[in-house]
T-cell receptor, first 113, second 112 residues
Framework: GAVVSQHPSRVICKSGTSVKIECRSL??????MFWYRQFPKQSLMLMAT?????????EQGVEKDKFLINHASLTLSTLTVTSAHPEDSSFYIC?????????FGQGTRLTVV | SQQGEEDPQALSIQEGENATMNCSYK?????LQWYRQNSGRGLVHLIL?????REKHSGRLRVTLDTSKKSSSLLITASRAADTASYFC????????????FGTGTRLQVTL
């Protein structure tokens, strides 16, 4: 089946630094990818829709300058958390659709210290 | 918020018993999907039910959908310890590369 690969699976960074998370569709092309955030013991909340070749669409309340999304190819979207703060510590998950099914990456556990 | 609600929030059963989780949503949908998430991991797709379907089976899973009540249920029969995970329902409105709206999730614990 289709696979979405996310990297890294776990990252620890210092406050004020930036972290890049990659999301790749391994055996299919995805013009659209989605980035979700999940806080401990909570559900997934959509952050933004990543569109290949154009600007991302952000959900209300998500700072576009803080969460930079680049979808430069049909198989890769990146999320960069800029000037990270401890409150950005969370689990970030990407997804992409193939036909009528959404496939999810393994997630990235970000800890900002 | 368009997020759906799931109940119970947490469920603890013994191996062999059945587990039922319910999901309610707020808007019209194209389809509803159930996902499983092991602690700290990504999501695994379990089953998709379309808005014109009322019931679907896959192995030990049975999903129902009542669009008039905007609700769905997931039944896991003959549960196993390995079924311990969080289960989420997710809805989409267009069915094609659209954003999913997730329910609040049910944490299932299956004990030996």
């Amino acid at each position: 089946g289709a696979v979405v690969s996310q990297h890294p699976s776990r990252v620890i960074c210092k406050s004020g630094t930036s972290v890049k998370i990659e999301c790749r569709s391994l055996d299919f092309q995805a013009t659209t990818m989605f980035w979700y955030r999940q806080f401990p013991k909570q559900s997934l909340m959509l952050m933004a829709t990543s569109n290949e070749g154009s600007k991302a669409t952000y959900e209300q309340g998500v700072e576009k300058d803080k969460f930079l999304i680049n979808h430069a190819s049909l198989t890769l979207s990146t999320l960069t958390v800029t000037s990270a703060h401890p409150e950005d510590s969370s689990f970030y998950i990407c997804s992409a659709w193939m036909n009528t099914e959404a496939f999810f990456g393994q997630g990235t556990r970000l800890t900002v210290v | 918020s368009q997020q759906g609600e799931e109940d119970p929030q947490a469920l603890s059963i013994q191996e062999g018993e059945n587990a039922t989780m319910n999901c309610s949503y707020k808007t019209s949908i194209n389809n509803l999907q159930w996902y499983r998430q092991n602690s700290g991991r990504g999501l695994v797709h379990l089953i998709l039910i379309r808005s014109n379907e009322r019931e679907k089976h896959s192995g030990r899973l049975r999903v129902t959908l009542d669009t008039s009540k905007k609700s769905s249920s997931l039944l896991i029969t003959a549960s196993r310890a390995a079924d311990t995970a969080s289960y989420f329902c997710a809805t989409d409105r267009t069915g094609t590369a659209s954003k999913l709206t997730f329910g609040t999730g049910t944490r299932l614990q299956v004990t030996l």
